[in-house]
């Protein structure tokens, strides 16, 4: 007989699962106006629309602790869930993320295991977005200035042609690049960390000694990768065109994601055997 055929069962898996649902929501209603300015400015190109394909890694490692802890938590509705739905309402990515983040947080201080774990990957996806989209602004002059810099040390080794002002390289009178905030590798740091957070937690291993091995080898791949990237958009019009669009973003999305599973693989591969141990595995 099916569990979920008893009405009681039925009202038992929505109640635990509305935390999921409710962070999910407050994910998603974020993702909105990213979503939106992809698909204007790139159209079907932009394999992820304007998501990192690290915070979708997160989501659905959540989503697979989630569902391993569903059955063991229940939540009732109460202030905090009501409050939180009022949150969504406004039509702000800033206040979605806010909220977020609040609630995700307090739900992991009431939660554990698994679904603790879940809670503070969607307070962590919210920092992620808080910084890019907040905090990233009130910096962008120091931040884009100073990569601007050491861009233009890198490539002077090169050639000498190059001038740089600011936050602008390249040729006076020829290719010259704006460096953006966006295309900062400070940017697009926490997004790759967590990342690697979400495949750690779902390999099942949380050990600090590990986790820090596994960052520092992830910040060095992403802050190297991230430099050749911006060192070919410096280089040539036409190595821009390449590196900074769709076609140039998508590969080295996934280039960056590929080698921060393999290190998420490489660190933990002597302690798991199974690519995907239960939740007793991973507290053993």
């Not at 059955?71 to 406004?90: D, K, N, S, V």
């Not at 769709?246 to 960056?256: A, K, M, R, V, Y």
Request: charged share 10%; net charge neutral; proline share 4%.
């Amino acid at each position: 007989m099916n569990i979920l055929s008893n009405p009681i069962n039925k009202n038992r898996v929505l109640i635990s699962s509305l935390p999921a649902i409710l962070l999910l929501a407050g994910a998603v209603n974020g993702f909105v106006v990213r979503i939106i300015e992809a698909w204007q400015l790139s159209g079907t190109s932009a394999v992820f629309f304007g998501i990192s394909p690290f915070e979708l890694i997160a989501i659905a490692v959540a989503g697979v602790l989630y569902h391993e802890a569903s059955e063991r938590t229940e939540t009732q509705p109460g202030p905090a869930e009501y409050i939180f739905l009022i949150a969504l309402l406004i039509p702000s990515s800033t206040v979605s993320w806010a909220a977020t983040l609040i609630y995700a947080i307090f739900h992991a201080s009431r939660s554990r295991s698994n679904e603790q774990h879940a809670a503070l990957l969607f307070a962590a996806l919210s920092i992620c977005s808080i910084w890019s989209s907040v905090i990233m602004k009130w910096i962008a002059v120091p931040a884009t200035n100073l990569e601007a810099g050491i861009i233009w040390h890198a490539v002077s080794y090169l050639r000498s042609d190059l001038m740089l002002n600011g936050n602008i390289i390249g040729i006076p009178d020829g290719h010259r690049i704006v460096l953006l905030i966006a295309c900062t590798t400070i940017y697009g740091l926490p997004k790759a960390a967590l990342g690697f957070t979400a495949i750690s937690l779902y390999l099942g291993n949380a050990k600090t000694k590990s986790l820090l091995t596994g960052l520092s080898a992830t910040f060095a791949i992403y802050t190297i990768a991230n430099l050749i990237r911006l060192i070919a958009m410096t280089w040539s019009e036409a190595a821009f065109h390449i590196a900074h669009g769709p076609i140039g973003s998508n590969i080295f999305d996934g280039l960056t994601t590929a080698a921060i599973f393999a290190i998420a693989f490489l660190v933990f591969n002597e302690n798991h055997q199974s690519p995907h141990p239960t939740e007793n595995q991973r507290h053993a």
